[in-house]
């Protein structure tokens, strides 16, 4: 069905997988398990920066994969994570159903969400997009502010008990610091996959061509309403670290504020590149905890950062690294002036296989 | 008596709001293909700023008048120093105005406080008029809805007739062309851009004398001005009358019908509308 662009890679396989970005990942990965025995006080490292930077580095994540392979900007993704929270809040306390069932059933209301999200919104491009899943997202934040019967209001679900399942208790911090990192690892993995799967080209080739991609007779909406189910799911996944991480649910976590602050992380770390929110999501949960400490206007302050990012620093903080590299990489350029070009995107090179980078 | 006829009136002078504010943003949209989602910081900077002038020197005109210039002054701020470069960029600017709505929010809750205010306005004008049909009711929602009738009108014979409304449009269709026949387009999109956000500072001022004024009320106007502008049609100025008149009328008689779910019946117009016609009501197709 798609010979014409699953192209055939040269190297092989195992090379591929060995590139700058797979090494950066494997540093990042190792540095993150090490998370919990290297600081000072775990208590309040682990929750509030560790834990956090996970959740909104998953959600955040499923921003930048729509963003990066869809071409779509979807300010609905918090809203995805946010009824997944929800969903468990309701089926586990209010309903009193048993723990694992309602983590199942709201991961899948979550990506049902998205995917009739899509089925509104799928239609349209770049800034109507936008501006469509914002106003999806308030739709369902004054509806959970205000349907008592299910969401509990203002006052939201609460507590919601971190489950024990016998082997992993998840009242443990440091257990539950695991629990989220093989989760947002889970969610990387899927995202890695797919966008180097048959599909994932598909979707790439949508992005930069949708009247050719029809033309040669893929169904462009329903690949588009299919990616945004997956990134909906994987939104979804980091639901459900954050309703453990806060032990509740209520309207503010699907509010303006939360929807922005998963904008500002996807920014921030680099809104091309999958790994890079992690990095955006722990510049952010630092803000957030530090900032507070020498001035009270730390959503000016996180204004600010953004700016600046947005102005200089198009590509995110991981931008730097190939930006730095190319400072450096000038002074070598008599000998190496093959190897800079690689430099430039660190993150579309790692799929070498796939044809983004012939296409380009 | 009958009720309807008073939601309708209602709805009316509410979209009448609406219609300020979004007016501007499909003007903006409509040459320069941006959205700027700094348009509810607009709105209530000038509602603010409206409201302290109008208190300091008890006079409503001149509120209304503080509250059009102070936006369209910070437009103009944020167009010439933030997104001039990047106007091409439609996703860049749109993520930029949402940095500085993120700011304005911040600031304007330290200096205004999250406590509600009014713009005051004068003794003679809080009087009820005795309608047909209706029966009584306060004169102040009909004199607004009069100003939003006849700034449509306005905005509307400009950009059809006048000169300067002709550079317009030519620039709607084509920026570069028109910019080759000796047009300094540059200008005309800071003027847009300023005139846009001006148009939002006064519908806050607007909005601020009817209602109280709120923190939150920033995210709220965008958003209302967005389904607004995608119902109605991107950039086309019937096309908001039209979208924030039924934006208006909607949500009033949502109000009666179920309360709770007032906002999300208000939305489902949108959803319908898109369903139908994606491009809005009087969209062009894209």
Not at chain 1, 190 to 217: H, N, V, W
Not at chain 2, 233 to 253: D, E, K, T
Request: proline residues 4%.
């Amino acid at each position: 069905m798609s010979t014409s662009i699953s192209s055939t890679s040269t190297t092989p396989r195992w090379k591929a997988w060995v590139s700058a970005q797979n090494i950066v990942v494997a540093v990042v990965l190792v540095l993150a398990i090490i998370f919990p025995l290297v600081v000072d006080r775990p208590r309040f490292w682990l929750p509030n920066i560790g834990v956090r930077t996970l959740w909104m580095g998953t959600i955040a994540m499923s921003l930048v994969f729509l963003n990066k392979y869809v071409g779509l900007l979807s300010l609905a993704q918090m809203t995805f994570a946010g009824i997944c929270s929800y969903g468990i809040g309701y089926f586990s306390v209010t309903m009193g159903w048993p723990i694992i069932p309602s983590i199942v059933l709201s991961l899948g209301i979550g990506s049902f969400a998205g995917w009739l999200t899509a089925l509104i919104a799928v239609r349209t491009k770049a800034i109507y997009f936008m501006m469509i899943t914002l106003a999806l997202a308030q739709v369902f934040y004054s509806w959970a502010s205000q349907a008592i019967e299910v969401t509990n209001a203002r006052r939201g679900i609460a507590p919601i008990p971190r489950p024990d399942f016998g082997f992993i208790n998840l009242n443990d911090i440091t257990t539950f610091y695991y629990f989220a990192l093989v989760l947002a690892v889970i969610a990387y993995v899927i995202f890695r996959y797919t966008a180097t799967s048959q599909f994932g080209l598909a979707i790439q080739g949508i992005k930069d061509s949708p009247e050719r991609m029809s033309a040669l007779g893929y169904n462009v909406n329903r690949y588009r309403t299919a990616a945004l189910t997956l990134a909906a799911f994987v939104a979804s996944i980091g639901g459900v670290i954050l309703v453990f991480d806060r032990n509740q649910v209520d309207p503010s976590f699907v509010s303006l504020d939360s929807t922005l602050n998963i904008l500002v992380v996807a920014v921030v770390g680099g809104i091309g590149s999958l790994g890079g929110v992690f990095i955006g999501g722990l510049v952010f949960a630092l803000l957030q905890n530090f900032a507070q400490d020498f001035t009270d206007r730390y959503m000016t302050l996180t204004g600010l950062v953004f700016i600046g990012v947005l102005l200089f620093f198009p590509a995110g903080l991981v931008g730097l690294g190939p930006m730095i590299r190319r400072l450096f990489s000038k002074r070598a350029k008599a000998s190496a002036s093959s190897e800079s070009s690689e430099t430039l995107d660190a993150e579309r090179r790692a799929g070498t296989h796939n044809k983004k980078g012939q296409h380009k | 008596m009958d009720i309807w006829p008073l939601i309708l009136l209602n709805g009316l002078t509410l979209g009448a709001v609406y219609f300020v504010a979004s007016s501007g943003l499909t003007l903006i949209f409509g040459l320069m293909r941006v959205i700027t989602l700094a348009h509810g910081t607009s709105f209530l900077f000038g509602g603010y700023l409206g409201y302290v002038v109008a208190a300091a020197t008890d006079n409503w005109i001149l509120g209304l008048l503080a509250g059009l210039v102070a936006a369209g002054l910070l437009g103009l701020f944020t167009h010439q120093v933030l997104i001039r470069r990047f106007q091409d960029d439609d996703m860049r600017v749109a993520l930029i105005t949402l940095g500085v709505a993120v700011i304005g929010t911040d600031l304007m809750l330290a200096v205004f406080g999250g406590t509600a205010t009014q713009v005051p306005f004068p003794q003679n004008l809080q009087v009820a008029l005795d309608l047909p049909v209706i029966g009584e009711y306060p004169l102040i929602r009909l004199i607004i809805l009069a100003i939003a009738i006849v700034l449509g009108l306005a905005i509307y014979f400009i950009i059809a007739k006048t000169r300067f409304g002709s550079i317009v449009r030519a620039g709607v269709d084509d920026a570069p062309m028109t910019s080759a026949t000796g047009v300094n387009v540059r200008v005309v999109f800071a003027v847009i851009f300023a005139v846009g956000s001006a148009l939002a500072g006064l519908a806050g001022v607007i909005s601020g004398t009817l209602f109280p004024l709120l923190p939150g009320q920033d995210g709220s106007y965008l958003l209302f001005s967005l389904v607004v502008v995608i119902v109605g049609g991107m950039g086309s100025i019937p096309g908001a009358a039209i979208g924030s008149a039924l934006v208006g009328i909607v949500s009033q008689f949502a109000l009666v019908i179920a309360p709770t779910y007032a906002f999300v019946l208000t939305f489902a117009l949108m959803v319908i509308v898109l369903a139908v016609r994606p491009q809005g009501i009087m969209g062009r197709p894209a």
